[in-house]
């Protein structure tokens, strides 16, 4: 891709062009394996903050590196996905899929991790081995669904709190697909119990309001039958599928995305069919990420 000459307004260190007007940006001439300068490190957090989601191509990272670049947003987390890890790097989250291998389940919105407590803040996502075409990532906004819908709903959303679970989601079909799956779902099972969060909450640096349910991981809305629960889930679902509120990246071998895990919910395309995919993953700032 090409250098843009334009810069958003704000930022005298990073060279950046806005994906859509609600979410995402590219940025451009920077090379995340030295991030050494303060002021470039400052003015990355402030872009993710305000874009929601940043793509970097053609960025050459070690694990050691990718890490670096996590610790630029929050402290890296202790991995609390299934994923397989990196070996010799705990941290590194290893999300491969190889010809008639298993899939993760990761073709649904979700938000990172909200079946537990505190999910992270955020997360870097580095492409190793990307198919010929297909296995792009989309990512919603999860202020602007919540800014598209109508006042009342709002306020009555504000009220409401819903419980999250991996149980939910696309992991226990996972499992399944592993020779010892039984005994990591029991284990998982039982250190991952069901977590309440408030439907919709504030982000902590913006200030501006977000949706906080997702189709993976929230199971109900508390204090609602079963099927008002499932219709109203619904029919906020239904906006996550507005292209208006989407991100869709093509990944090409050596791009990062780095994403806000607040304020969005992403989904990986299975449209690939038997080609390999291979990303490396590292989540950050699980602690308290709604209160800083
Ligand atoms: C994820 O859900 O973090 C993985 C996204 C992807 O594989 O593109």
Known sequence: MSKIESVVPGYTHLSIEPYIPNIGATIYDIDLSKLDSEPVRDE???ALTEFQVLFF?????????QLEVAKVFGDPDKAKA???RLEGHKLVEVIETKPSGHRYGTDQWHTDITFSKNPPTGTVLYAHIVPPSGGDTLWVSATAVYDSLPPHLQACLETLEATHSFEHSGWPNYFSQLENGEDIYRKARAENLPVVHPVVRTHPITGKKLVYVNPNFTDRIKGLSRQQSDALLSFIFAQFQRPEFQARLRWEKNTVAIW?????????????GNEHRLLHRITFGEDNAFDK
Do not use: G
């Open 82 to 84: 299934f994923f397989p």
């Open 44 to 46: 990355l957090r402030k």
């Open 260 to 272: 806000d895990n607040r304020a969005t919910a992403h989904y990986a395309t299975n449209d690939y």
């Open 57 to 65: 191509r053609n960025q050459t990272l070690s694990p050691e590196q």
